[in-house]
């Protein structure tokens, strides 16, 4: 996989869930069209308003990514955020040279569960309108902003403090604070990040099996609950005190 070479600004997706697109509809993309089976009906809501176009017997099946589709397709005017959110984030998420989209669209979907501000693609991370990082952010990719072609280095330079993972060396993960500014940074699923990555501070995710570390996605998982668990608690204690 090659590296992009310039930030995508606008992209024209498929969403291939009626659930997705009003999910993506409430978060302010729009809805260029939706296409459904000859007789079937849009279903209510926002999407109700869409341009609406009627397919053939056979034809969603053949369009459609997955093996037994959804009665139901729509194309999403996606735009992903400018830099400017990086500079008042405080909860960020880095998808540093991640190259399953399966991988980056569950990573998208778990930050947005947790609560990140943003998520950063690093220039050599798969391309987030790739069809099955769509499908498997769940809407993830619509509620959370996603700043493309960013480098770590200016991550720094914003001020937010850069956290990586390693599987032989670092801080315990629990023991870490990740209270203020912080940047999660997922490397590539095979060869992780370089050691001379430039991460501020390296966490283990330490576990009792065999197996040599966690799939990067689930890493993600881990690292992200266990920030949002420390800001509750400073939150917490910030109104009982």
């Not at 409430?26 to 397919?55: C, K, M, N, Q, Y």
């Amino acid at each position: 996989m090659g590296r992009r070479s310039a930030r995508r600004e606008e992209a024209a997706l498929v969403v291939e869930s009626a659930t997705v697109a009003q999910v993506a509809l409430d978060a302010g993309h729009e809805i260029e069209a939706v296409f459904v089976p000859e007789g079937s009906d849009v279903p209510a809501g926002g999407l109700a308003a869409a341009t609406r176009f009627a397919l053939a017997p056979g034809v969603l099946e053949r369009v459609a990514t997955t093996r037994s589709p959804q009665p139901f397709l729509a194309v999403v005017r996606y735009r992903p955020a400018g830099r400017q959110v990086l500079e008042r984030a405080g909860f960020v998420v880095v998808a540093a040279g991640l190259a399953d989209p399966g991988n980056l669209g569950t990573l998208l979907r778990t930050a947005e569960a947790s609560g990140a501000d943003a998520v950063v693609l690093t220039p050599d991370t798969v391309d987030v309108t790739n069809p099955k990082v769509v499908r498997a952010s769940a809407g993830g990719l619509f509620l959370v902003p996603v700043v493309d072609q960013v480098e770590l280095g200016e991550l720094q330079a914003l001020g937010l403090r850069t956290v990586g993972t390693s599987a032989e060396a670092g801080l315990r993960y629990t023991d870490a604070d990740l209270t203020g500014r912080v940047a999660i940074v997922i490397g590539n699923e095979a060869h992780g990040l370089a050691d001379d990555s430039p991460v501020d501070e390296w966490l283990s995710i330490p576990h009792a099996g065999r197996v040599e570390s966690l799939n990067a996605a689930m890493a993600a998982a881990v690292l992200c609950f266990e920030v949002a668990r420390q800001r509750r608690r400073r939150e917490e204690a910030a109104v009982s005190s």
